[in-house]
């Protein structure tokens, strides 16, 4: 909602915004939520960097989303974003949630 208010104040929506919008709603569980408003940032071309995905990663983990989770994981290499400490921490995460352990270790030891 707050999105959108400030689209009517003409408030220009930027990456940071975004990416506080994804948090507030992977903290208050709405995962579907999350991944809307992370796909709503490539659809206005708004520059998507490691706390995007990371949000949404976790957004997803917490959500059972496990396969998006590394869907997303993955997109990151695709999108020439930088993998933090806490994009593969919450990556494994998924995978422990999913029971794909194997999947887990791959991402260890690239």
């Known amino acids: 909602q707050l999105l959108c208010d400030m ?5 220009a929506k930027d990456t940071i915004t975004y990416n506080a919008a994804i948090s507030a709603c992977e903290k ?3 995962w579907g939520g999350a991944l809307h408003l992370f796909r709503e940032m490539s659809d206005g071309r708004v520059a998507r960097d490691t706390i995007s ?3 949404a990663v976790s957004a997803s983990e917490k959500g059972g989303a496990w396969c998006c989770a590394l ?7 695709l999108d020439h974003v930088e993998r933090s400490t806490i994009s593969y921490s919450a990556a494994v995460s998924a995978c422990e949630k999913g029971g794909a352990w194997r999947q887990a270790l791959r991402f260890l030891c690239d």
């Open 7 to 11: 689209a009517d104040c003409r408030v």
């Open 28 to 30: 208050g569980g709405e």
């Open 53 to 55: 995905f990371n949000a």
């Open 71 to 77: 869907e997303l994981f993955r997109e990151m290499t």
